[in-house]
């Protein structure tokens, strides 16, 4: 009876370590007389995975953007800010050679901020996609749809 117990044991350790990734062959039961201490002891060490078996893998994921916790209501976080409707243009460079070093200075009549931007920067869930002569267009990123705005900037009136 205690050598079917042996002989069980051995099959379903055997089993566990190939299901885990083993390639060793397990040790097999001692022939009946030996001592069973010593059986245990050695079928033991063989199913303890060495360094080079062992390799680990994680998934990483970023989320594109200002990193605004997906999971957090909109309503309670602070990222919603600033709005398209709160932006006004202050002043534009632009620079015809090269428009991508064309710059724009938006302020945020609500929180009385002031941001400089080029093609490519994001505020929040706007994206700065094309800057112009008098006027800057964004992209805004709403619940997982995209549309664009088209901001103008004012021109003075002179008396």
């Given amino acids: ?18 299901a885990c990734g083993g390639d060793e062959p397990v040790a097999q039961a001692p022939p ?12 033991t060490d063989s199913l303890v995975p060495s360094e080079s078996q062992t390799e680990l893998m994680r ?8 990193g605004r916790d997906p999971f ?6 602070g990222d919603v800010r600033p709005l ?14 090269y428009p991508a070093n064309s710059v724009a200075v938006l302020r945020d009549t609500i929180a009385n901020e002031a941001y ?5 920067d994001e505020l ?8 112009h002569p ?18 103008r900037q004012r021109q003075e009136r002179t008396p």
Avoid: H
């Fill in 1 to 18: 009876m205690a050598t079917d117990k042996m002989k069980l044991l051995t099959v379903v350790c055997a089993c566990l370590f190939f």
């Fill in 32 to 43: 009946p007389g030996d001592a069973p201490g010593a059986a245990a002891q050695e079928t």
């Fill in 59 to 66: 998934e990483v994921f970023a989320y594109r953007g200002s």
């Fill in 72 to 77: 957090l209501s909109l309503l309670q976080s």
């Fill in 84 to 97: 398209v409707e709160d932006l006004r243009v202050t002043s534009i460079a632009y620079d015809p050679r």
């Fill in 116 to 120: 400089s931007v080029r093609v490519g």
């Fill in 124 to 131: 929040g869930r706007l994206t700065i996609a094309e800057i």
């Fill in 134 to 151: 008098g006027e800057v267009v964004v992209t805004i990123s709403e619940f997982g749809s995209e549309r664009q705005a088209i901001l």
